[in-house]
């Protein structure tokens, strides 16, 4: 295995056999773009729609229309009020969507082998679906608020890079690109508030915006945010990744676990295998309830699979 460090010019380079063999739109340096092509954006836009209208339906016991195209704006404040969504929108699978979840899960195993994105990579998560709000609210001011520009290795996210496809909803609530320059040594460090992050660096160059029905692969040294321009709902899926050719990033994790699963474990969920959910939609609501979501921000689904 080769060594590669922290440094611009490593993270830039573990992305050769990437560029060499995939099909990619925009490519800058640690943010780069796979190409989908229409079957693969349509199979999970319609898994997600899929996902998102079984929980409505299971939680509020009421039937909303599928194949409304705008479901997003029409049922904005129920899919707001669901529990399985956080603040930072992360959209979580409980035991009446674990079917869709699966499904979903399924769909984006095949886009990964189809782009040839699995040769590449040594491990990966499941996906976390996100239903973004494009309008700002306190809980935006919160210490791991996305809104903030921030990279996922302070959140303790593990491996390389972030992979998140924007599916859905108001391309106006977007996500921003930015590349550190002057980095310290403690950058991948996991960090309890993301306004800590600054004195990481010394100032953010602009790299640009995500873009839709695209696979946009983020190393972890690439800064983001969330762009809230009171618009509306979009959603979107991401997963993290560990290519083949690096070795762990040495970093301190804050105490946090987020190991990945072998790739050929993940291969099977909806499959041979699939994830399963612990609680229920009402259970989740209880649990919530009184929450004011001050914590600190975990990044990783604990759920079971068999
Ligand atoms: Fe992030």
Not at 60 to 71: A, E, I, P, S, T
Not at 80 to 101: Q, S
Not at 219 to 232: A, F, M, V
Request: charged share 30%; glycine share 6%.
């Amino acid at each position: 295995m080769r060594q590669w460090g922290k440094t611009y010019q490593r993270r830039f380079h573990i992305y050769e056999d990437i560029r060499k063999s995939l099909d990619l739109g925009t490519d800058n340096g640690i943010q780069l773009e796979i190409n989908l092509n229409r079957d693969q954006e349509c199979s999970l836009q319609m898994a997600l729609e899929n996902y998102i209208i079984t929980t409505l339906n299971s939680f509020y016991d009421k039937k909303f229309k599928k194949g409304n195209n705008n479901f997003l704006i029409d049922y904005r404040d129920d899919i707001l009020g669901l529990p399985n969504r956080t603040p930072n929108g992360a959209f979580y699978p409980k035991k009446e969507n674990i079917k869709e979840y699966n499904i979903l899960q399924s769909i984006v195993n095949s886009t990964i082998v189809e782009t040839g994105l699995i040769d590449q990579i040594e491990s990966y998560d499941i996906c976390t679906v996100r239903i973004v709000d494009g309008k700002r609210t306190d809980l935006d001011k919160r210490n791991s608020a996305t809104v903030k520009l921030h990279s996922d290795a302070w959140s303790g996210q593990y491996g390389d890079a972030m992979v998140t496809t924007a599916l859905l909803g108001d391309e106006t609530t977007s996500l921003e690109f930015w590349k550190p320059i002057g980095m310290r040594d403690e950058f991948y460090d996991t960090l309890p508030n993301y306004e800590d992050g600054t004195n990481l660096y010394d100032y953010p160059e602009y790299l640009g915006k995500l873009k839709f029905g695209c696979m946009t692969i983020f190393d972890h040294q690439c800064l983001h945010r969330t762009l809230k321009e009171d618009g509306g709902l979009r959603v979107s899926i991401d997963f993290s990744i560990k290519l083949a050719c690096t070795e762990l990033l040495d970093k301190n994790t804050g105490g946090r676990n987020v190991k990945h699963r072998p790739k050929e474990e993940v291969l099977k969920i909806g499959d041979k295998t699939s994830v399963e959910a612990s609680e229920t939609l009402q259970e989740c609501y209880e649990r919530f309830k009184n929450d004011k979501y001050d914590g600190v921000a975990t990044s990783h689904i604990n759920d079971i699979v068999s």
